[in-house]
Antibody, heavy 121, light 107 residues
């Protein structure tokens, strides 16, 4: 079964840092582009970042550029999101998601279950 | 950035009804459009990609159409498990953007 499992969400103070992880199983992780998408409480979906299959090409939403870093370890089948200089508006459930096919497509399937990041003092 | 605008924002319908949700892009995106279903407390689930391609495992009562700037998601006959929020998403250009969502409620 193809599965993504996120971890690392927590309560963090404004200005703090956090690293999210997303472990992939049931597929050849190293062949797929991966993404992070977030959803603030009661709000819609917002794309955050993407990373190509070998980890050499990254893209970010303007709202997180310069503060968040996406990376991956294909030997561990794991995607990461290093979140620095966190703000209250970063509070959200963070989902990792895989492109539906090897090679960049931009359609997300599957998704992880999500991990909650709360930025508050 | 490409803005995606869904209408309506919410809709009430009965089991067995035909429901159509519309998504409009602020500029042409060819067929680089997907539809997702999200139930409360759960991750989104891909229904349709490339505007009209049904994702594997998704019931055939779901269909998508459109190209350029105007797109529709149609549920031909509502089932009880279809009550959820639906999002469109464009993948034509960065940043990838989603519509604001359409909540489908029981009438």
């Amino acid at each position: 079964e193809v599965q993504l499992v996120e971890s690392g969400g927590a309560l963090v103070q404004p200005g703090g840092s956090l690293r999210l992880s997303c472990a992939g199983t049931g597929f050849t992780f190293s062949r797929y582009w991966m993404h992070w998408v977030r959803q603030a409480p009661g709000k819609g979906l917002v794309w955050v970042s993407r990373l190509n299959s070998d980890g050499t090409t990254t893209d970010y939403a303007d709202s997180v550029k310069g503060r968040f870093i996406i990376s991956r370890d294909n030997a561990k089948n794991t995607l990461y999101l290093q979140m620095n200089s966190l703000r209250a508006e970063d509070t959200a459930v963070y989902y990792c998601a895989r492109d539906i096919a090897a090679g960049q497509k931009g359609w997300f399937d599957p998704w992880g279950q999500g991990t909650l990041v709360t930025v508050s003092s | 950035d490409i803005q995606m605008t869904q209408s309506p924002s919410s809709v009430s319908a009965s089991v067995g009804d035909r429901v159509t949700i519309t998504c409009r892009a602020s500029q042409g995106i060819r067929t680089w459009l997907a539809w997702y279903q999200q139930k409360p407390g759960k991750a989104p689930n891909l229904l349709i990609y490339a505007a009209s391609s049904l994702q594997s495992g998704v019931p055939s009562r779901f269909s998508g159409s459109g190209s350029g700037t105007d797109f529709t998601l149609t549920i031909s006959s509502l089932h009880p498990e279809d009550y959820a929020t639906y999002y469109c998403q464009q993948a034509n250009s960065l940043p990838i953007t989603f519509g604001q969502g359409t909540r489908l409620e029981i009438k």
